[in-house]
C-alpha cells in the first residue's frame, strides 16, 4: 500500500480545504444563531461547493456527482471536519444507499439532492434502538397500492431541512425490515421536537412520529426485506466519514493550540518552551497521524473489497 497522495489527490485536498476555508467565514455567524444560516447564504455555499467539485462527492459523474473513490471522499471529508458548528452539511452527501433506487426513483429523489435542489435525511434510530438497527419497532403494514408506517424516529440529522426522509420499518406479517422514502409533507408524518445539543449544528437532528402514513410501493427502497443490509451499508459509510472529519477536526484543534502555545507567554517565556506542553503537543500529533493513516486504509481496503 501507498498512501502517498497523487497530484490528482494533492489538488483534490487543495480544492476541498479552500471551500472549507469558506465556510469558517460563517462558524461566528452560525453559533451567533445556534445553529442555521439564512436560506440564501445556504444556497451561495451550495452552488459554490457544486462548482468546487465537493458536492455529492459519493455519486456518480454520470449522475451529476463527483463520483470520487472511498480513500478520496475520505480526503476531503478530512478538510471538511476542521470546519465547526457542522458546516460540512452544506456540501451534502446523499445518502450512499440512494444508488440503489429505481430509474424513476433517482429522477424523483437523487438527482434533485444532487443539483442542491431537495435534501435527503435517514431515519433509522429509535427510543429503544441506535446503531443496532435491527431492534427497530416501526412497522410498515401492507394495503392496497402500498403501506401504512407507524413508529417514532429520533436524532435524524438534517432532518429539519429534509424534503424526505429514508425511513427502515418492519414490513408485512413476517416483519421484514424495509426501506422506505417518505415525504416530510406526507399525512401523518409529524417532527415532534428537535433536541438541542451541547455543540451549535447548522441543521438539527429532530424527532419525528409517523401515524399510518401512506406509502406507494414504488417507493419502496432496495425491495421488501433488504433494509437491513442497506442501512448497514448506511452506517459503514457514514462512520468512516465521521472518522475522517474528527481527524480534520483533531488536526484544527492542534493547530490552534500550538499557535497559543507559541504565542502566549508565562513565567518569562513562551508556554511552548515548556517541555509538558511541548511533550502534549506531541501526543496529540502522533494521535492524528495514527488515526489518519488508520482511516485511510479502511477507506483502501474497503474500495479494494477486503475489508
Not at 207 to 223: I, M, R, T
Not at 248 to 259: K, P
Not at 280 to 287: E, R
Request: hydrophobic letters at 40%; a negative charge; charged letters at 25%.
Amino acid at each position: 500500500m501507498d498512501f502517498r497522495y497523487t497530484p490528482e489527490q494533492a489538488e483534490l485536498k487543495a480544492r476541498a480545504a479552500a471551500y472549507s476555508q469558506r465556510l469558517m467565514r460563517y462558524e461566528n455567524e452560525s453559533e451567533e444563531a445556534g445553529g442555521p444560516l439564512p436560506a440564501e447564504t445556504v444556497r451561495t455555499l451550495t452552488r459554490e461547493a457544486i462548482d468546487a467539485g465537493v458536492f455529492a462527492i459519493n455519486m456518480p459523474v454520470e449522475w451529476g456527482g463527483a463520483g470520487l473513490s472511498l480513500l478520496d471522499q475520505v480526503i476531503v471529508e478530512e478538510e471538511f471536519g476542521k470546519v465547526t458548528n457542522c458546516l460540512w452539511d452544506i456540501p451534502w452527501r446523499p445518502a450512499n444507499v440512494l444508488a440503489y433506487g429505481t430509474e424513476a426513483q433517482r429522477e424523483k429523489y437523487l438527482l434533485p439532492v444532487i443539483r442542491g435542489e431537495r435534501f435527503d435525511a435517514f431515519a433509522v434510530t429509535e427510543p429503544g434502538a441506535g446503531s443496532d438497527a435491527g431492534s427497530g419497532t416501526s412497522t410498515a403494514d401492507p394495503v392496497p397500492g402500498g403501506w401504512l408506517l407507524n413508529g417514532e424516529k429520533w436524532f435524524v440529522t438534517c432532518g429539519d431541512v429534509a424534503d424526505f426522509l429514508l425511513v427502515q420499518a418492519d414490513a408485512g406479517p413476517d416483519r421484514q425490515p424495509t426501506l422506505f422514502f417518505v415525504d416530510k409533507q406526507a399525512p401523518g408524518v409529524r417532527m415532534t421536537r428537535v433536541p438541542r445539543f451541547m455543540h451549535s449544528a447548522v441543521n438539527g437532528h429532530p424527532e419525528f412520529v409517523l401515524q399510518d402514513v401512506f406509502v406507494p410501493d414504488e417507493d419502496v427502497l432496495g425491495g421488501v426485506g433488504n433494509g437491513y443490509e442497506l442501512t448497514k451499508e448506511w452506517f459503514t459509510d457514514e462512520r468512516l466519514m465521521i472518522a475522517a472529519r474528527t481527524t480534520g477536526a483533531a488536526e484544527r484543534a492542534l493547530e490552534l493550540a500550538r499557535d497559543w502555545a507559541v504565542e502566549r507567554r508565562q513565567f518569562g517565556s513562551r508556554i511552548a518552551d515548556f517541555q509538558l506542553i511541548q511533550g502534549m503537543l506531541a501526543d496529540c500529533a502522533v494521535d492524528i497521524a495514527v488515526n489518519r493513516a488508520y482511516t485511510h486504509q479502511v477507506a483502501w481496503e474497503v474500495s479494494q473489497g477486503t475489508a
